[in-house]
């Protein structure tokens, strides 16, 4: 990386933007895969070693504390990102901004440790609040380093750090399971997390802030103000629900439930890490129309292909998944399990509008529609608690499919490039593949009922897999994807510098 600090923000050439989008994509992808499939294995062994209720102790921690530990980045590093041109002293008084957020949300967080206690009636919760407390600071020391990384689209040096931080806690974690820490190992391993993160994004990212002085942020701080208010109220939305089942369910069904909504949220990340790659490119193609809605496509189908026909395999093979992944104790999250598992046929579609938002310049609307969405989400908490863990799960589902997914639709498709047909249509092959595997199932059941839980899981799984690619291949929309992906791997192909002539899914 340049040691002249300015050179760090100047716009990348247009002619290696896609390239290098792509390659980031393709790398992003195998990052994720790598680290999901740490993540599961810490789990395995995590969830055998520990009680749900040492899951449940952390979790009233986290879901309370977690809304101030997002804070700390105030959306400062999506508007590092996006802006087109910003200065060395722009970033640099940015970056010592968010150090005085974490430090602030710090000394927050450990004054509710007490407070925290006394509500949920568990003592042993203030040291772990002071503990996990010391997290937001960790975390705001490298929030403008690893903004500098993705604006360079230097995903190498970021999947390196997240690859590294990720083992590196979650290897802590299981020791200390294994050894009998108890709670205290999943502490452990988020400060671990946290700390190695920070760590290495100084190291790699050789950027150094400047002593704090005079810079125009205004604009800065209200476009991260927007980001930042929709991701508290997103936040609350996501957690808010494990207070109340926390609080009137107790811990151990509190457990059960986070870790049905784990599982669950298992795809969905897919879609949030592949926004490191598609926002800066749908950015510069804002003022493409036609090329802005092929890079969506491009993009979203794929996408959506791989995570929504995963909706039937949760519903129909609950029993199957939760014992071979978690053991026999967690049989309770089943139910919970199924009816988050319903929401799959439509979530991955409704987190790709947070690209279109912000790409669009849209962080205003995205605010406002984050109030009105959090509001319709608490009120489907409440009306579902009557029925506990279960209950909670279920109302929230149908008030997704019923009531946001339509609303939210259609705000976002009234202005910019992509309508609501736009993003119906990315969705409608992913819907196809799903319909042919859900019909599919009782036959898996017939076929496998004599098999032990994961193997039967396993065998379903692959002949899913099956399912989707002999559609794929079947229908025009299927080889249309194929050819898209033939465009994608041409232009990994393709030297620096090249003329962008092809159009990527035209």
Request: net charge positive; proline share 5%; charged share 15%.
């Amino acid at each position: 990386m340049s040691r002249d600090p300015e050179a760090l923000f100047q716009p990348i050439a247009s002619a290696d933007v896609a390239r290098r989008a792509v390659r980031g994509g393709v790398l992003l992808a195998a990052a994720q895969i790598a680290r999901s499939l740490i993540e599961a294995a810490a789990l395995l062994v995590l969830a055998r070693a520990l009680l749900p209720a040492d899951f449940g102790l952390v979790d009233m921690v986290v879901s309370v504390t977690g809304v101030i530990d997002l804070l700390k980045d105030f959306g400062l590093s999506t508007a590092t990102i996006q802006k087109q041109k910003i200065e060395h002293a722009q970033v640099s008084l940015l970056f010592w901004i968010n150090c005085a957020i974490g430090l602030a949300l710090t000394l927050v967080t450990a004054l509710l440790a007490p407070v925290l206690a006394f509500m949920y009636a568990r003592p042993e919760l203030l040291s772990i609040t002071l503990a996990l407390s010391l997290s937001t600071l960790l975390g705001s020391v490298s929030v403008q380093h690893q903004a500098i990384l993705r604006r360079n689209l230097r995903f190498e040096s970021l999947a390196i750090v997240d690859l590294t931080s990720s083992l590196t806690a979650n290897a802590l974690g299981v020791w200390a399971a294994l050894h009998g820490y108890g709670a205290w190992s999943l502490v452990m391993r988020q400060l671990a997390r946290f700390g190695v993160q920070a760590v290495l994004s100084l190291l790699v990212c050789r950027w150094r802030p400047s002593a704090p002085r005079k810079a125009n942020v205004r604009e800065l701080l209200r476009f991260g103000s927007h980001v930042s208010g929709f991701q508290v109220i997103n936040y609350i939305e996501r957690n808010f629900d494990n207070v109340l089942v926390g609080r009137f369910a107790g811990a151990e069904q509190l457990g059960f439930y986070t870790k049905a909504y784990s599982l669950m949220r298992v795809p969905l990340d897919q879609v949030n890490a592949l926004a490191s790659v598609v926002i800066p490119t749908l950015s510069r193609l804002s003022g493409e129309p036609e090329r802005y809605r092929s890079a969506y496509r491009t993009a979203a189908r794929p996408l959506l292909l791989v995570t929504v026909p995963i909706a039937p395999l949760g519903i129909y093979g609950a029993e199957w998944i939760i014992p071979a992944l978690l053991g026999d104790r967690w049989m309770g999250a089943v139910p919970i399990f199924q009816c988050l598992a319903v929401g799959l046929a439509i979530k991955p579609l409704l987190n790709t509008t947070g690209w279109l938002w912000v790409t669009q310049g849209r962080t205003e609307e995205l605010w406002r529609w984050g109030k009105l969405a959090g509001i319709i989400a608490v009120l489907s908490f409440i009306a579902g608690l009557p029925w506990g863990a279960v209950g909670v799960a279920a109302a929230y589902t149908a008030t997704d499919l019923l009531v946001r997914a339509p609303l939210l639709l259609r705000w976002i498709g009234r202005h910019g490039p992509i309508g609501t047909r736009h993003m119906l249509a990315a969705l409608a092959p992913a819907w196809t593949c799903a319909g042919v595997i859900a019909l599919a199932y009782p036959c898996f059941a017939i076929l496998l009922k004599t098999l032990p839980p994961g193997a039967r899981f396993a065998t379903c799984a692959s002949l899913s897999v099956v399912l989707s690619l002999s559609v794929v291949m079947a229908t025009p929309w299927g080889r249309s994807t194929l050819r898209d992906c033939a465009a994608v791997y041409r232009l990994l192909r393709r030297k620096p510098g090249a003329s962008l002539e092809t159009n990527i899914s035209g």
